[in-house]
């Protein structure tokens, strides 16, 4: 199949027409009778990509091919009906498969220690194993279709393409395993970057273990102002070229640079999107490379009322919480916390998740005490009186003043990247 790409040549995006027309073209002169199509889920509601799979569900059915659909869940709870409808559309809710990340999936071989020392510059020596969802390898499926968004990402650097198989509908091993290559290697040498050595793992995973299997890529490149999505690009590919591609404008539409480091940064966290910590902490992780020392960064998060999105990793955050990455490491690595080293995409998340007292972390929640919030490494504060000074529904994307104070508003953080331009320029 040869690649098909496509890019707006305005900001509100390509029409549903450009996107459909597109995705049949993909199916073109394919032989099929049975296809797997693997969305993410909900928390990349943006991505469109609930739009593509519904395209290809109706396409698909209406030649008479059998269509099963597994969300890229990751360690995330799994699609509820409501999401699915407003995601998916009217595809059936039993058409959804649910991935379980612990028991679901078949070990392809592994990804040397050798080569991982060589990509991290010896921070990690282990080897990774190279798990993924049953289903993937079912020779049954004559195509298996891989929606997804390319946006910049705390673990890998650039989200999507191979990362929604072997993390989306991976294994334990290399899920937590990555994610700490990621935190040791550090996130803010990756945000917004392709080569990093998260993606080396996972592109080694495909040339040595995937290639024959018939996957092809569908990537997008959205933004979604006011809550509407706008697709800027479109990618599609059986390769790693449309990754390639589809990074380029990504860092171009999705990476945000400000002109001095925030000191006063206000994010908003939908609540039909961000109910844990684990979801919510991207309002840190976006956020950080734009930052000042000192300063503080305050989370409306009305729907947050636990901390992990399973019970193991909720009792882990709430046992060790957010306090830095030494910290993190120094409990890592005693052996009487062989839960954390179990759990290694835990320990992983709670060094993301922390500032490294840089700048504070303020949470302002509905459903969880301020005791539990504290224990957690971050300060707590009352939603309702954070809501009136800083209302979401007033405030607008970017710099506001309120009360003679400049802050900086973000209404959704899963959907970019910020940076302070004055150091990033001064690291090249």
Same mark, same amino acid.
Not at 124 to 149: A, K
Not at 298 to 310: C, H, M, Q, T
Not at 323 to 345: A, I, V
């Given at each position: 199949m040869k690649d098909i790409y496509l890019i707006a040549g305005t900001e509100s995006g390509l029409s549903p027409e450009e996107i459909r027309g597109a995705l049949l073209q993909s199916l073109e002169g394919r032989d099929l009778h049975k296809v797997l199509i693997i969305p993410p889920d909900f928390t990349r509601f943006h991505s469109n990509a609930g739009f593509i799979t519904n395209v290809y569900y109706h396409a698909l059915v209406e030649r008479g091919v059998e269509v099963d659909i597994l969300p890229a869940l990751g360690t995330h709870e799994p699609v509820s009906k409501a999401q699915w409808d407003a995601m998916f559309g009217d595809i059936p809710y039993d058409k959804m498969l649910v991935h379980r990340w612990r028991t679901d999936v078949v070990r392809l071989g592994e990804v040397p220690?050798?080569?991982?020392? @060589?990509?991290?510059?010896?921070?990690?020596? +282990?080897?990774?194993? /190279?798990? /993924?969802?049953?289903?993937? *390898? #079912? @020779?049954?499926? +004559?195509?298996?279709?891989?929606?997804?968004?390319?946006?910049?990402h705390e673990v890998i650097g650039m989200a999507n393409h191979s990362k929604n198989l072997f993390v989306g509908v991976g294994g334990s091993d290399m899920i937590n395993k990555s994610h700490m290559v990621g935190a040791v290697y550090g996130m803010e040498r990756m945000m917004g970057r392709d080569h990093t050595p998260v993606r080396k793992v996972f592109d080694y995973g495909m040339e040595h273990f995937l290639k024959d299997r018939p996957i092809m890529f /569908?990537?997008?490149?959205?933004?979604?102002?006011?809550? /509407?999505?706008?697709?800027?690009? *479109?990618?599609?590919? @059986?390769?790693r070229d449309c990754l390639t591609e589809a990074i380029k404008l990504a860092q171009v539409k999705n990476i945000d640079f400000v002109e001095h480091g925030l000191k006063k940064c206000v994010v908003y966290l939908d609540p039909s999107e961000f109910q844990s910590t684990w979801l919510g902490n991207k309002s840190v992780y976006r956020t950080r490379m734009a930052m000042a020392d000192g300063g503080e960064l305050?989370?409306? &998060?009305? !729907?947050?009322?636990? %901390?992990?999105? #399973?019970?193991? $990793?909720d009792k882990l955050i709430r046992k060790y919480g957010y306090?830095?990455?030494?910290?993190?490491? @120094?409990? %890592?690595?005693?052996?009487? $916390?062989? #839960? *954390?080293? +179990? $759990? *290694? !995409? &835990?320990? &992983?998340h709670l060094i993301h998740g922390s500032s490294d007292g840089r700048f504070t972390v303020t949470y302002a929640v509905k459903n969880i005490s301020r005791e539990e919030i504290e224990n957690a490494g971050f300060k707590s504060a009352d939603y309702d009186e954070m809501v009136r000074k800083y209302d979401p529904a007033k405030l607008h994307y970017g710099y506001n003043t309120v009360d003679g104070e400049e802050i900086y508003f973000i209404p959704n953080p899963a959907l970019g990247l910020w940076i302070n331009r004055e150091r990033f320029e001064a690291e090249q």
């Open positions: 220690g050798e080569y991982l020392s @060589e990509i991290t510059e010896g921070l990690w020596t +282990d080897p990774v194993s /190279v798990e /993924v969802n049953r289903r993937i *390898m #079912d @020779e049954s499926y +004559d195509l298996i279709i891989s929606p997804g968004q390319v946006v910049p /569908v990537l997008t490149v959205t933004t979604a102002p006011g809550g /509407v999505i706008h697709t800027h690009g *479109m990618f599609i590919g @059986e390769g305050i989370v409306l &998060a009305p !729907g947050v009322s636990k %901390f992990g999105e #399973d019970e193991t $990793n306090h830095g990455r030494l910290h993190t490491l @120094e409990e %890592f690595r005693k052996p009487e $916390n062989q #839960d *954390m080293r +179990d $759990n *290694m !995409g &835990a320990a &992983a």
